[in-house]
């Protein structure tokens, strides 16, 4: 599956999961979907300067009748734990965070990062997923955006290369 392929399973997923704003960071290995996500006009598009900034945006969108998703790197992810902790956890508030899963396994980059992400979300009690395919995307996606209203916690996607269309699939080798 190309980038662009993937990026629009992935984007058609988060609709159908009934997203109605998402916040989002500019990252390279995200471009497909975040173009995605800017060429929607039926969708509020809150672009960032910070992460954790999203956080807050999304909170607040929450509270007045919004399905929210915040698409970061895992990076931008450790820089919000601030916020993630004393709102989103402390309140309550159902988030769908997609975290780009940089130093993933195979991933020659970030590997600090890639063996901290699942560390730290299983501290802060966030059930994640890892997402390897494309073609699972919008099943796992709306499942997740469930668990996130029914617990009233954020719940973490980790988009992975292959998912993005970045790289080939493990069966694929």
């Known amino acids: 599956m190309t980038e662009e392929e993937a990026a629009r399973t992935i984007w058609s997923g988060l609709k159908t999961a009934g997203i109605n704003l998402v916040a989002t960071l500019p990252d390279v290995n995200l471009a497909e979907l975040l173009r995605s996500v800017e060429e929607d006009r039926d969708v509020v598009h809150v672009p960032l300067c910070r992460e954790e900034e999203g956080i807050g945006v999304c909170a607040g969108a929450y509270l007045v009748?919004?399905?929210c998703a915040a698409i970061m790197q895992?990076?931008?992810f450790?820089?919000?734990n601030n916020a993630i902790v004393s709102t989103?956890?402390?309140y309550q508030i159902p988030l769908l965070l997609l975290i780009y899963y940089a130093g993933d396994v195979g991933d020659r980059t970030f590997s600090t990062s890639g063996a901290m992400t699942e560390p730290v979300l299983q501290a802060l009690g966030i059930r994640y997923y890892?997402?390897?395919r494309a073609q699972e995307a919008a099943e796992l996606i709306k499942r997740a955006q469930i668990l996130a209203e029914d617990?009233?916690?954020p719940v973490a996607l980790l988009l992975t290369k292959?998912?993005?269309g970045r790289r080939p699939?493990?069966?694929a080798l």
């Open 162 to 164: 292959e998912v993005l």
């Open 74 to 76: 895992n990076g931008g």
């Open 130 to 132: 890892v997402m390897r």
């Open 169 to 171: 699939a493990l069966s």
């Open 151 to 153: 617990s009233k916690r």
């Open 78 to 80: 450790f820089n919000s």
């Open 65 to 67: 009748g919004k399905k």
């Open 88 to 90: 989103l956890l402390q």
